[in-house]
């Protein structure tokens, strides 16, 4: 039985995408006689504090689901403020380094990316001859913080370039949940071992149960994290609400200027449900007829995981991001897609859907075709061989 380490930000009981990848990663391959651990923060996201469960904890270890789980200790924070972000990604960085120290790191260990700090600091100090490092890159910092305009092209900016070219460069195989990501590495290091590793959702399908549309109101739903990336806030107040009723589902830094938009619009036919389970999500989800996955700002390499999510759901998307998510529902037919950015479009886009077209024929359809496309133990299969 090979030993597998898996380093990472994110981890259940977090929710989010993230966490949800690298759970089916360890899970998958534990399956295939992996023995896996993994080395996580105390769980914190989206919240900015650690969980009840883990408050005055350094170092929390358990195995769930045959999986060995050492969660360290960080300072937790959804603050804005770079210095105290700065300081978050420092201090898990410090507990990798006390972890590394103590410990006997496997040969193979997977390490997440971004962070990128986070990544560094695993990659500089377990780059070995004997040691097989892989890169999951689900996300192409800093590229991605300067389209988002977190970031600005300075002495920082060529600072955080050297780190991301090391660990590229450290790194024996490189997983990309893209193209994008990976044709960018490509043109950095071409003869790096690389694979398209997508974030594929795993769980039961739920059955699609027939419902009569409102010949009137098109039901949109968006269901995830409520950041400054999505600009649900912004979405909110661009819309036009002739034909559509908006529900929203999630948490994140924009909650609050949502709740504050709806409560100042009564009027407006939007919907704010809050946080729920994964599973009550999925059977909440089949009662809308359109899921709307918007970026505020295209971003190179990124793919919202949602689109999977949701196509196999055989929920209709409604795609507003640009790039290959874009390429990804025209392709296969999942829905329709906006130009990135452009609201009036978008409305233009909506005003043209008509309600008789959203049938249970339409929606299998898709849901088939994800089951078929976007399968995650195929995938598994891939990376258990390629480690």
């Given at each position: 039985m090979k030993d597998v380490l898996i380093i990472t930000s994110y981890f259940p009981p977090e929710i989010g995408a993230a966490s949800n990848r690298i759970f089916h990663l360890?899970?998958?391959?534990?399956?295939?006689?992996?023995?896996?651990?993994?080395?996580?923060?105390?769980?914190?996201?989206?919240?900015?504090?650690?969980?009840k469960n883990y408050k005055g904890e350094f170092r929390?270890?358990?195995?769930?689901?045959?999986?060995?789980?050492?969660?360290?200790?960080?300072?937790?924070?959804?603050?804005?403020n770079k210095f105290l972000r700065l300081i978050a990604m420092l201090s898990y960085s410090f507990s990798l380094i006390w972890f590394f120290t103590l410990n006997k790191i496997p040969e193979t260990v997977i390490v997440q990316s971004p962070p990128l700090l986070v990544a560094f600091t695993s990659m500089f100090f377990l780059r070995s001859k004997k040691r097989k490092l892989i890169l999951n890159v689900s996300d192409l910092w800093p590229i991605a913080g300067l389209e988002l305009g977190a970031l600005k092209k300075n002495f920082s900016y060529k600072i955080l370039e050297k780190?991301?070219?090391?660990?590229?460069?450290?790194?024996?195989?490189?997983?990309?949940?893209?193209?994008?990501?990976?044709?960018?590495?490509?043109?950095?290091?071409?003869?790096?071992?690389?694979?398209?590793?997508?974030?594929?959702?795993?769980?039961?399908?739920?059955?699609?149960?027939?419902?009569?549309?409102?010949?009137?109101?098109?039901?949109?739903?968006?269901?995830?994290?409520?950041?400054?990336?999505?600009?649900?806030?912004?979405?909110?107040t661009k819309l036009q609400y002739n034909h559509i009723e908006l529900h929203i589902y999630g948490s994140g830094a924009e909650q609050?200027?949502?709740?504050?938009?709806?409560?100042?619009?009564?009027?407006?036919?939007?919907?704010?449900?809050?946080?729920?389970?994964?599973?009550?999500?999925?059977?909440?989800?089949?009662?809308?007829?359109?899921?709307?996955?918007?970026?505020?700002?295209?971003?190179?390499?990124?793919?919202?995981?949602?689109?999977?999510?949701y196509a196999k759901l055989g929920l209709p998307i409604l795609y507003f991001g640009g790039g290959e998510g874009e390429d990804i529902v025209n392709e296969?037919?999942?829905?329709?897609?906006?130009?990135a950015g452009n609201y009036q479009d978008l409305n233009k886009l909506i005003a043209s859907i008509n309600a008789s077209e959203l049938t249970l024929e339409y929606k299998q359809k898709i849901k088939e075709k994800a089951i078929n496309l976007f399968n995650l133990e195929k995938q598994l299969e891939e990376v258990s061989k390629l480690i």
């Open positions: 360890a899970e998958g391959l534990e399956k295939r006689n992996f023995n896996v651990q993994v080395i996580t923060p105390l769980p914190n996201y989206p919240t900015g504090k650690i969980f929390h270890s358990s195995t769930e689901n045959n999986i060995q789980v050492h969660r360290l200790w960080l300072y937790a924070t959804v603050s804005k780190i991301e070219r090391f660990n590229y460069k450290s790194a024996n195989i490189i997983l990309g949940q893209s193209e994008e990501i990976l044709t960018h590495i490509r043109t950095l290091f071409p003869e790096k071992k690389s694979l398209l590793y997508r974030n594929y959702p795993e769980f039961i399908t739920p059955k699609i149960v027939e419902r009569s549309p409102n010949k009137t109101k098109i039901k949109l739903v968006y269901a995830g994290l409520l950041g400054i990336a999505q600009g649900i806030h912004k979405l909110c609050n200027l949502i709740k504050d938009f709806i409560k100042k619009h009564p009027k407006l036919p939007i919907y704010f449900h809050g946080s729920v389970s994964r599973n009550s999500l999925h059977k909440a989800l089949l009662q809308y007829d359109i899921a709307i996955i918007p970026l505020l700002n295209r971003i190179y390499g990124s793919v919202p995981s949602k689109i999977f999510e296969n037919k999942l829905g329709w897609v906006a130009e």
